[in-house]
């Protein structure tokens, strides 16, 4: 029998998909080969959002190793904002203003990137309720909150013991958790032991974040400590399996080099299968053991201003102390993805190397637990007899199933990395419907609710590793890309490609409907009790403390008070207090002054933020408002004057009389 590995070889020696990425790689040829939408005009049409119009969802996209994620409005794929979660943003001053760099503080100190994966939109009764979205930092362990009526990040909160944050985070029918797990197996709680002791000494956990019903406030309730595996992706149950989290996990080998290979042994890895339920009952009954974990947690309080505390101590639960938590399903060849139908009935894992589409029956999960119907277990937990519990196999699928989403009519659409297609099957029969090519090396898709109760349908989007010809070149680096295509009909159809920011891992999207009449425009100044705002411009000042000087300053259209300023010193340290007086939509105002080695900043109207400044040259320096914000924006300009150190020029500045 072939290992996975030489299969895998063989597949890609055959595979006629991967063969024509590496020729198009080398083609060069100008316009486009291939994929074009069939009916462009129609194409055109299904996508075209007159001048003025909405789009119908509005989508969040991960922005992967940007550490951000994007909003784009669908059909039109046009991108509308980026939202700074776990990268410092100098665009907006996220991560450099006084005011929110406290979001970025870890564990291991300021981080100012991370990883972002899975836009997960927060939910009731698994449908989409449009008040957050989190998101996971895959590489310092952490989960994001964004607040969707201001679109900007509330909160973040680190994940202790885990390393890779990468199956995360997946929500529960009601937000009653979002989940977190362990990538990468570690020496838990971490130590300095030798990686040669990995069988012995490694294992993982998975994190069980509460969220709050009332505020979305996140906090770590327990983590479950498993066998040192790979812990891969997640999902929530709903409906009848609402009360589980299944994982994905690969490397059951417990390899610790070479993983390509050494992982890719076994026939079949495993799906963990959680019941959250009892999980939280044991945690409750004080099962659990206190490890002293410490993690960040990080939050904007309601002056938009981030606080950072460290805290301490997590329960965390052995499976052995508490009967009936986990089981394992076996599941072929290094299973990635795992998805929940909208019944909550149907669990399918995506195995990268399998060449069929394993769909679990969670009622025969059920019945197999109750009559005991096990090949024996892993680390202490029952691995389910595979005949048992599999509902169906989609046959022929096409090679490397990853993700599945789902549609309004009973249908599911699975990812296939390999063989680069989204292959569309049936959840009555589990046969196969249509295939579509991407281009290419699709990893996750989206259909907008696909991962909910009830889908919306009408689209499903691919998020694709590789966009080789499909754009004007733009040197070694190309963009990454989505695609559009109708699902309204029986065949799937391309309507549309668009470049995306960073790697689109994942997306979520969500009827524009939901959410749009209740976007925040401005922040009322007067809820502003920033301690540094300047309510009005008679309240402008300059402070000077000891070699601190604090600029009290204002901003409306269109000019700072003050605007000039003298008595400041090389070697001082220059803290810039703006507040935007403005009380109108959209008239953010920016601010830089020549030399500041730090970021710009936006600031919001109503709203107070902080830069910080440590002038090291004499001169007179110009400042200037950096948005385009009226007629006069030109204008919006003043200057600062930097004299030697222990020079006599007193502190001054210059307000309107
Ligand atoms: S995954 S590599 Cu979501 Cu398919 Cu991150
Ligand atoms: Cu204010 Cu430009």
Redesign the pocket.
């Known amino acids: 029998m072939p290992d996975k590995f030489t299969m895998w070889r063989a597949t890609a020696r055959v595979l006629p998909g991967l063969v024509a990425i590496g020729s198009l790689a080398c083609g060069g040829g100008g316009g486009s080969a291939g994929g074009a939408a069939a009916g462009s005009g129609q194409a055109a049409q299904q996508v075209y959002v007159a001048p003025g119009s909405y789009d119908e969802f509005y989508s969040f996209m991960s922005g992967g190793f940007s550490g951000q994620v994007s909003v784009y409005g669908l059909p039109s794929g046009r991108m509308f904002k980026v939202i700074p979660v776990f990268s410092q943003d100098p665009e907006k001053g996220y991560g450099y203003s006084d005011q929110t760099r406290p979001m970025l503080m870890t564990s291991f100190g300021f981080i100012p990137w991370d990883d972002a ?2 836009p997960q939109l927060s939910r009731v009764n698994a449908e989409p309720d449009g008040r957050w979205l989190f998101i996971n930092g ?1 590489n310092t362990p952490r989960i994001a909150r964004i607040d969707l009526t201001e679109m900007e990040t509330s909160e973040i909160i680190e994940i202790p013991n885990a390393a890779g944050n ?1 199956a995360s985070p997946f929500a529960t029918s009601n937000n009653e958790y979002v989940v977190g797990a362990t990538r990468f197996s570690v020496p838990t709680p971490q130590a300095d032991v030798s990686i040669a002791d990995y069988k012995e000494k490694f294992s993982g956990v998975l994190s069980f974040v509460k969220v709050d019903s009332a505020t979305g406030a996140m906090s770590l309730a327990f983590q479950v400590h498993m066998p040192g595996y790979d812990y ?2 997640s999902r929530a149950g709903k409906g009848p399996s609402k009360e589980w989290v299944f994982f994905t996990s690969y490397n059951t080998e417990q390899a610790n080099t070479l993983l390509e290979v050494n992982a890719s042994q076994n026939d079949k890895d495993v799906v963990a299968a959680i019941h959250w339920t009892v999980a939280a009952k044991c945690v409750a009954d004080g099962k659990a053991k206190s490890w002293p974990s410490r993690y960040a947690h990080n939050w904007m309080d309601a002056n938009h201003i981030a606080h950072s505390e460290i805290l301490t101590g997590v329960k965390v639960l052995e499976v052995a102390d508490c009967p009936n938590v986990a089981y394992f399903l076996p599941t072929p060849k290094s299973p ?2 795992v998805d929940v139908d909208p019944t909550g009935e149907f669990i399918v894992a995506g195995g990268k190397l399998a060449s069929l589409i394993p769909v679990f029956g969670f009622s025969k999960i059920q019945k197999a637990i109750a009559a005991n119907d096990t090949v024996g277990s892993k680390g202490g937990i029952p691995v389910l007899k595979y005949e048992s519990v599999i509902a169906g196999e989609v046959q022929k699928p096409g090679l490397g199933p ?2 599945t989403e789902f549609d309004d009519h009973g249908n599911a659409y699975t990812s296939m990395f390999l063989s680069s297609e989204i292959v569309k099957w049936s959840l009555k029969d589990f046969t196969v419907l249509d295939r579509v090519p991407t281009y290419y090396s699709i ?2 898709l989206m259909v907008p609710g696909g991962d909910m109760a009830h889908p919306y349908g009408k689209y499903v989007v691919a998020l694709n590793k590789i966009t080789k010809d499909r754009y004007l070149p733009t040197g070694p680096e190309l963009t990454q890309s989505a695609q559009l295509f109708d699902i309204t009909g029986d065949k799937m159809k391309l309507l549309l490609d668009f470049p995306t920011i960073g790697e689109p ?2 997306a979520q999207a969500l009827p524009a409907s939901l959410i749009k009449d209740k976007q925040l425009r401005t922040y009322p100044l007067a809820d502003n009790h920033d301690p540094y705002v300047t309510p009005t411009e008679k309240d402008a000042k300059v402070v000077r403390q000891g070699k601190a000087v604090h600029v009290y300053m204002t901003m409306i259209r269109s000019h700072f008070v003050p605007d000039n300023i003298e008595g400041v010193q090389v070697g001082d340290t220059v803290y810039f207090h703006l507040t935007n007086l403005e009380q109108d939509w959209d008239v953010p105002h920016g601010f830089a002054v020549t030399g500041l080695n730090n970021s710009e900043l936006l600031v919001m109207p109503g709203q107070t933020r902080t830069i910080t400044w440590t002038p090291n040259r004499v001169g007179v320096w110009p400042f200037y408002c950096t948005d385009f914000c009226s007629a006069l924006h030109q204008e919006m300009q003043g200057y600062i004057r930097v004299s030697e150190p222990g020079s006599s020029v007193k502190i001054s500045f210059n307000t309107p009389k």
């Open positions: 994966h899975h895959n990468h891969d992706l990635h993805g990853l993700h990893g996750h891992h994942y």
